[in-house]
């Protein structure tokens, strides 16, 4: 899949960092919702050796840029239609934390708070 920003971007591309992979769409209002703590959370884990990985499922491609600029993300967004039928995924926002050998750790099938501790301490173990 190619990255918004214009890099081909692929689960390899993670190997030895903690991978969160959130399925999204501008259409979803949750989805909007949990964006900014998702974007503080990235921020936040950055430098630890985790990547957060915004993957929109919308087909309109003016929709990701306008709804990012409004909600300023910060994160690495891609749009791709196939990889979430690979997790099962459809309904959104799903999101699911991988570990530095590509194994799914967590599964979070609804909105986070990604500033909860039990989420930050989750994902600062699998450092």
């Known amino acids: 899949m190619v990255a918004d920003s214009g890099a081909t ?7 030895g960092k903690v991978l969160v992979l959130n399925f999204w769409a501008t259409w979803c209002p949750p989805c909007v919702q949990e964006t900014p703590s998702l974007s503080q959370f990235a921020a936040q884990f950055k430098d630890k050796g ?4 915004a993957l929109s499922v919308d087909r309109d491609e ?49 909105p986070a708070d990604w500033s909860d501790p039990r989420l930050t301490q989750f994902v600062g173990s699998l450092l």
């Open 62 to 110: 003016k929709s990701l840029p306008r709804v990012s600029e409004q909600i300023q993300t910060g994160l690495l967004t891609a749009r791709d239609f196939t990889v979430h039928a690979d997790y099962g995924t459809f309904m959104y926002p799903e999101t699911y934390i991988i570990d530095a050998r590509g194994k799914v750790q967590m599964k979070i099938p609804e």
């Open 50 to 53: 985790v990547v957060v990985l």
């Open 9 to 15: 971007i692929g689960v390899p591309n993670f190997g």
